[in-house]
């Protein structure tokens, strides 16, 4: 009993802050992040504010430029950042940021956000949408979702909070079995025991 109801709560426990932490599983389509993921992977996201947004984080954007769908796409700047691609090559304040493609100046209104995807020659991003009045940039109401772990040839470390809810899920379930396998047992050894706690007929008819 005791087994159950400590596998009981550590499994209730586990779901509870997978399920209402705001954490959501997603499966990546197209190539638009690759080589790091790629088409059929699955992505791990927990909610986030548009104040908590950082650069360099890959995120699921809501329908930005009426795409169908979110798209998972990198943050590399925010307001007031000056990205400029020329030669191929992108920088960031003056900082080398990686390739980039095709030559442009961008400098990031407040509150908005300048994604590229991680694979430049298949992404829709940024980039397609510079003359859309905004430069490409989205808005951060739009960047809910922050990808924390993904399956794909590289995963990153499953974060604290989630790696702990599913070692004590793990551990809820795995005392849940024993539970079952201990009540099993004894429930066996019970009946094996019961014919020698009673009376042979011989020896009832003998009394009588």
């Not at 859309?132 to 809910?144: C, F, I, K, P, S």
Request: proline residues 5%; hydrophobic residues 45%; charged residues 20%.
């Amino acid at each position: 009993m005791v087994l159950a109801v400590l596998g009981l709560a550590g499994t209730a426990l586990g779901l509870g802050v997978i399920l209402t932490g705001g954490y959501s599983v997603h499966r990546m389509t197209g190539e638009a992040m690759a080589p790091g993921l790629h088409s059929g992977d699955r992505m791990l996201t927990d909610r986030v504010r548009p104040e908590e947004v950082l650069r360099g984080e890959v995120h699921l954007v809501d329908s930005p430029w009426n795409l169908h769908g979110r798209i998972a796409s990198r943050v590399v700047a925010l307001g007031g950042d000056r990205l400029v691609c020329a030669g191929g090559r992108l920088s960031l304040d003056g900082r080398e940021a990686g390739a980039c493609g095709e030559a442009f100046e961008v400098t990031v209104p407040l509150g908005r956000a300048f994604l590229l995807g991680d694979s430049r020659a298949a992404a829709i991003d940024s980039r397609t949408y510079l003359g859309d009045g905004w430069q490409g940039t989205v808005e951060l109401d739009r960047l809910r979702e922050r990808v924390v772990y993904h399956t794909g040839p590289q995963p990153p470390d499953l974060p604290g909070k989630p790696a702990g809810a599913l070692v004590l899920t793990g551990l809820g379930l795995l005392l849940l079995i024993a539970a079952v396998v201990t009540a099993a047992t004894a429930a066996r050894a019970q009946r094996r025991a019961a014919p020698a706690n009673e009376p042979r007929v011989g020896e009832v008819l003998h009394d009588l």
